[in-house]
């Protein structure tokens, strides 16, 4: 029966055309033994298109994995934009680089190993574009982080926010707590304007919240 994943196959083919560094991308980082939790090819298009309607030269991206969607991230932004990523394992930052060289925007994006909490407070905003896609337990302490390095009109990305549907069980686990405080952060924080969208495709059913800087801080 034709499902979620062959439509997504179908967009992904007609509308999205990912070309040879973003396929390898994907082979490099499963070869590599590493989880394939990668956003999909329509979700990655979406955060390019995204930075390129907000004019975005500076993007924060917090979990870099095998750098998927750092690719298209840094394809949003112009020659002599940046992206900064952060990630926990050494490994996984090796094999993104590899992947980010390849596909050409490797001068752009700096990977910065370690533990986000740790490599946040040395950073300087603002940024124009984040997207938050690390370890989950910590989603509402990321997005305090991407505010205080923001500016009104800065674009807040967080992925992976229905997971299922587990994002209902009050009483779930650390990520669904992560997520939850976050999403309750999302929608009552005076200095964003947010909402949250699901998905389904080739990795089931989730979803990704999306939100505006719109004042300073007080
Ligand atoms: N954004 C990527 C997928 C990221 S998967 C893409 O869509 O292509 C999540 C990544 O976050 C993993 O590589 C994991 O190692 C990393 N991570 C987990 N905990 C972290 C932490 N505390 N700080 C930084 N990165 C972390
Ligand atoms: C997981 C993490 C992700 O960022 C994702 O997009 C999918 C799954 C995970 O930890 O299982
Ligand atoms: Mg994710």
């Known amino acids: 029966m034709t499902g979620w994943a062959d439509v997504e196959?179908?967009?992904?083919?007609?509308?999205?055309?990912?070309?040879?560094?973003?396929?390898?991308?994907?082979?490099?980082?499963?070869?590599?033994g590493m989880p394939a939790i990668e956003v999909t090819p329509t979700?990655?298009?979406?955060?390019?298109?995204?930075?390129?309607i907000a004019g975005a030269r500076r993007v924060l991206e917090i979990g870099t994995l095998g750098g998927f969607s750092t690719i298209w991230l840094a394809r949003g932004i112009p020659d002599d934009g940046t992206v900064d990523t952060c990630e926990?394992?050494?490994a996984h930052a090796d094999v993104a680089r590899r992947n980010l060289d390849l596909a050409g925007v490797g001068k752009k994006v700096t990977i910065?190993?370690?533990?986000?909490?740790?490599?946040?407070?040395?950073?300087?905003?603002p940024y124009d574009l984040f997207f938050i896609d690390a370890d989950k337990v910590n989603n509402p302490r990321y997005l305090d982080w991407a505010i205080r390095l923001s500016r009104p009109g800065s674009v807040i990305v967080l992925d992976n926010v229905v997971r299922g549907g587990s994002v209902l069980e009050?009483?779930?686990?650390?990520?669904?707590?992560?997520?939850?405080?976050?999403?309750?952060?999302?929608?009552?924080?005076?200095?964003?304007?947010?909402?949250?969208?699901?998905?389904?495709?080739?990795?089931?059913?989730?979803?990704?919240?999306?939100?505006v800087v719109v004042a300073a801080a007080p």
Do not use: C, I
């Open 170 to 211: 009050a009483d779930g686990d650390e990520a669904v707590q992560g997520t939850r405080g976050a999403l309750e952060l999302l929608g009552s924080h005076p200095q964003l304007e947010a909402t949250a969208l699901q998905t389904v495709g080739s990795k089931d059913w989730d979803g990704l919240a999306l939100a």
């Open 9 to 32: 196959r179908y967009l992904v083919d007609t509308v999205v055309h990912p070309d040879g560094a973003l396929v390898n991308a994907v082979e490099a980082t499963a070869h590599a």
């Open 88 to 90: 926990y394992e050494q």
């Open 112 to 125: 910065h190993v370690g533990a986000a909490l740790d490599t946040l407070p040395t950073l300087a905003g």
């Open 43 to 52: 979700q990655g298009k979406f955060l390019m298109l995204l930075a390129k």
